[in-house]
């Protein structure tokens, strides 16, 4: 049996979130076209029975603008330190270059694998030529290049993987998938339709709180507030008669009943709290560290 921790690094929109889902089979992890959409580590247990992967997805990796920005870079920093195995993970469309320094200034101590991922959207001699530029860097054990989105190439993923690992019992119980709290998933289904919906800096300037989820016989009783920073932004949310907060309840409503295979009631808040990603108390209340 071999087990550990397998943990993904990468720049904001490599897409450590869509291989992390792909991966497991199952949305954990929401996913835009928008960067910095993923500000927690999400920890997703693959268990099988030669082996039990804990991955974790990371937020991308960018200098810090606000105190939600080092927390951020925190989680990041636990990730380098806890992983017996790292993913490097990048684009094949983005610079070669500004990856290699980035994966090299990491420093880590771990095998790593060396991921080009997007490799749907690049003619093949480009993604020979990527792996060519980066075949004798000393960073990483081994190289693949896969289409995380598209599915092409995670067959072949795992096996150089599990090779890297340690051999040692399972962490966790075989039916868990993650060590994060229902109510964590279910914020974060929220938030992936304020990325979806708004424009402009409202997604960056936003945060979820679930104050309410009542499990009861036929349904989910779900309360939600949607912080913003602004009472401008709190309009551009609610919208004309509350056609925007409906629009955003009823997709996210959508995805939380398919998460939880069950029905659910939910009711959305649009708040303003000024300067909230500076504000340590807002921070450790929204669920960005202690």
Request: overall charge neutral.
């Amino acid at each position: 049996m071999k087990s550990g921790f397998v943990n993904i690094f990468g720049k904001p929109n490599a897409g450590k979130s869509t291989l992390l889902n792909a991966l497991m089979g199952e949305k954990l992890a929401i996913v835009s076209s928008k960067v910095q959409t993923t500000r927690h580590r999400i920890k997703a247990i693959l268990t099988e029975k030669e082996y039990q992967i804990i991955f974790s997805d990371t937020p991308g990796i960018i200098e810090p603008r606000y105190r939600l920005h080092e927390k951020m870079m925190q989680s990041v920093k636990g990730a380098l330190e806890d992983a017996d195995v790292a993913l490097l993970i990048m684009d094949v469309n983005d610079d070669w270059e500004e990856n290699d320094q980035l994966f090299s200034g990491l420093h880590l101590k771990v095998p790593c694998v060396l991921v080009i991922n997007k490799t749907d959207t690049a003619p093949r001699d480009k993604v020979q030529a990527c792996i060519d530029y980066f075949k004798n860097k000393p960073y990483y054990k081994k190289i693949v290049a896969i289409s995380a989105l598209a599915g092409a190439g995670l067959d072949d993923f795992i096996k150089p993987v599990v090779e890297l690992l340690p051999e040692g019992a399972p962490f966790y119980d075989t039916d868990d998938i993650s060590d994060l709290p229902t109510k964590f998933f279910v914020s974060e289904l929220i938030r992936e339709k304020v990325y979806e919906l708004a424009q402009d800096e409202i997604p960056y300037h936003t945060a979820v709180l679930v104050r309410e989820f009542k499990e009861k016989q036929t349904l989910v009783k779900i309360v939600a507030d949607i912080i913003v920073h602004r009472e401008t932004q709190k309009a551009i949310l609610i919208g004309e008669k509350g056609s925007m907060v409906k629009k955003l309840g009823t997709a996210a409503r959508k995805d939380i009943e398919a998460f939880l295979d069950q029905k659910v009631f939910l009711e959305l808040f649009i708040k303003v709290k000024p300067k909230w990603r500076d504000n340590e108390l807002y921070l450790k209340e929204y669920g960005y560290g202690s």
